[in-house]
């Protein structure tokens, strides 16, 4: 079982600045995944960023990169160069075990960015 | 297809009436998974397939809920008797055999 808590309930950034959102988990599993999700007024889910908790590692993707503390059972997403494109709803999620498509999410963080 | 696809986009039913919600995966992806999204939450997790069974339905809140995937692909979650509680966002997602999720873009259902 995995409890996710996201603390933010919003965050804004001016554009073209970097915005940190926080995510803390908690598991029983010993092989497990982290990600962070956005999802737009358009209601889809896009995945932003995923992190294999056996990598030490961090994620990046372009823009986005994650700080994966492991013993704290940390996972914040940093986004650089903030566009008013980022501007949603953002999922912090964890899945364990043999199914990765089964996630358990935080409540999410509303990221306003302005111009 | 190119991505998820979820029928009909928006639901509006009465109290008590039985809705079907159709998910079209993403074409050779073998899992298959149902979440519900109330408003202002993270979406929770109802049922996950492999193939055509079920593996996981312990999301699945009471026996009024039930989905089928018959041929492995298109998926149908059925819900009786609707409560306005039911109202939210349900969403679909697909995956490769432990990969990550891609989601639809969900059906509102609104329960009046």
């Known amino acids: 079982a995995q409890t996710v808590t996201q603390s933010q309930p919003e965050m804004s950034v001016q554009e073209a600045e970097t915005v940190t959102l926080s995510c803390t988990y908690d598991t029983s599993e010993s092989d497990y995944y982290l990600f962070w999700y956005k999802q737009p007024p358009s209601r889809q889910m896009i995945l932003v960023i995923r992190?294999?908790?056996?990598?030490?590692q961090n994620a990046t993707e372009n823009r986005f990169s994650v700080n994966f503390q492991k013993a704290a059972k940390s996972f914040s997403l940093k986004i650089s160069d903030s566009q008013l494109g980022d501007a949603a709803m953002y999922f912090c999620a964890c899945a364990g075990g043999t199914s990765y498509g089964k996630l358990t999410f935080g409540q999410g963080t509303i990221l306003t960015v302005h111009p | 297809g190119a991505g998820v696809s979820q029928t009909p986009s928006n639901k509006v039913t009465e109290k008590g009436k039985y809705v079907e919600l159709r998910c079209d995966p993403i074409s050779g992806h073998t899992a298959l998974y149902w979440y519900r999204q109330s408003l202002g939450q993270g979406p929770e997790f109802l049922i996950y397939?492999?193939?055509?069974?079920?593996?996981?339905d312990s999301g699945l809140p009471n026996d009024r809920f039930f989905a089928v995937r018959p041929e492995g692909s298109v998926s149908t979650l059925k819900i009786q008797r609707t409560e306005r509680g039911d109202s939210a966002v349900y969403l679909c997602a697909s995956s490769f055999y432990r990969g990550s999720a891609t989601f639809g873009s969900g059906t509102r259902l609104t329960v009046v």
């Open positions: 992190q294999e908790a056996y990598k030490q």
């Open positions: 397939f492999q193939g055509t069974g079920a593996a996981d």
